[in-house]
T-cell receptor, first 113, second 113 residues
Framework: NAGVMQNPRHLVRRRGQEARLRCSPMKGHSHVYWYRQLPEEGLKFMVYLQKENIIDESGMPKERFSAEFPKEGPSILRIQQVVRGDSAAYFC???????????FGAGTRLSVL | DQQVKQNSPSLSVQEGRISILNCDYTNSMFDYFLWYKKYPAEGPTFLISISSIKDKNEDGRFTVFLNKSAKHLSLHIVPSQPGDSAVYFCAASVPGTASKLTFGTGTRLQVTL
């Protein structure tokens, strides 16, 4: 059973470009979460999704950030018009419907030049 | 507002000895607590969890203790091994089978020979 898969592992963008981060949850997991980790900090919740639904987006910045988890395919975290402050590690996690434990992917490290 | 706090940024322990990592929380609504281990350039790996109805949970070398009145939990690792060297994050969630995790800032554990 493959774990949570994230790609790309590393992403370099120039200011003003778009960044798309992908996450495929573990098999059988219908809940997906995105977290962001800035250097020397803990992980900060961004958004929680189920298939075709955003359940909790209380941690998402109001502008430039969006997330989706379509019926088919991976979950996507999209950052438009990136700025240097968006440079961070972005982690995706998934959980089965009946458990509180979240399992994390290896993360995508975004660098904005 | 840091609702989950890990006040020790680092800890050094000799191989074979006990490692004790501490975590405090302020939100009395938290009812489920988890510990994750993280190696550099990898995602967090789930270690052990505890529900607020318990005060202790044990899994092999890892034991988590919860003191609800003090809003404090701790992770004990006995005996410590060099492979335990990593950053340990405490996380908490509110009631519900699937909800966001609130993380502490982490404690870097180094197990020396």
């Amino acid at each position: 059973n493959a774990g949570v898969m994230q790609n790309p592992r590393h992403l370099v963008r120039r200011r003003g470009q778009e960044a798309r981060l992908r996450c495929s949850p573990m098999k059988g997991h219908s809940h997906v979460y995105w977290y962001r980790q800035l250097p020397e900090e803990g992980l900060k919740f961004m958004v929680y999704l189920q298939k075709e639904n955003i359940i909790d987006e209380s941690g998402m910045p109001k502008e430039r950030f969006s997330a989706e988890f379509p019926k088919e395919g991976p979950s996507i975290l999209r950052i438009q018009q990136v700025v240097r402050g968006d440079s961070a590690a972005y982690f995706c996690a998934s959980s089965p419907p009946s458990k509180n434990i979240q399992y994390f992917g290896a993360g995508t490290r975004l660098s904005v030049l | 507002d840091q609702q989950v706090k890990q006040n020790s940024p680092s800890l050094s322990v000799q191989e074979g000895r006990i490692s004790i990592l501490n975590c405090d929380y302020t939100n009395s609504m938290f009812d489920y607590f988890l510990w994750y281990k993280k190696y550099p350039a990898e995602g967090p790996t789930f270690l052990i969890s505890i529900s607020s109805i318990k005060d202790k949970n044990e899994d092999g070398r890892f034991t988590v203790f919860l003191n609800k009145s003090a809003k404090h939990l701790s992770l004990h690792i006995v005996p410590s091994q060099p492979g335990d060297s990593a950053v340990y994050f405490c996380a908490a969630s509110v009631p519900g089978t699937a909800s966001k995790l609130t993380f502490g800032t982490g404690t870097r554990l180094q197990v020396t020979l």
